[in-house]
């Protein structure tokens, strides 16, 4: 689901990611949504070229993805925390 934030609220779009059939109610970010979003929302002209898109709110997460189309592809970004480190044994 993608829906327009007011103007001034920091972020351009709100989007939401329901992934129940892989066990999971909602993920809090998903890169590869927000590419295709980004590429329906830029080519349909219902956002600007660059812009903000905010997920995982309703989550209690403050997700943040960057998104922009450089000539014909539309590239997505944002900053990760690390929340696990370790080594898996096989």
């Not at 939401?16 to 929302?41: C, H, I, K, M």
């Not at 080519?43 to 709110?57: D, E, H, L, M």
């Not at 997700?63 to 944002?78: E, F, L, S, T």
Request: no cysteine; hydrophobic share 35%.
């Amino acid at each position: 689901m993608v829906g327009p934030h007011p103007p001034g609220s920091g972020a351009d779009f709100e989007v939401r990611a329901f992934t129940a059939q892989v066990g999971q109610g909602e993920d809090p970010v998903t890169g590869s949504l927000n590419a295709s979003l980004g590429q329906w929302l830029i080519g349909t002209g219902r956002a600007p070229s660059s812009y903000v898109a905010a997920q995982g709110t309703a989550l209690g997460r403050r997700g943040r993805v960057y998104v922009a189309q450089i000539g014909d592809d539309v590239w997505v970004g944002g900053d990760t925390v690390t929340g696990v480190t370790g080594f898996v044994h096989t």
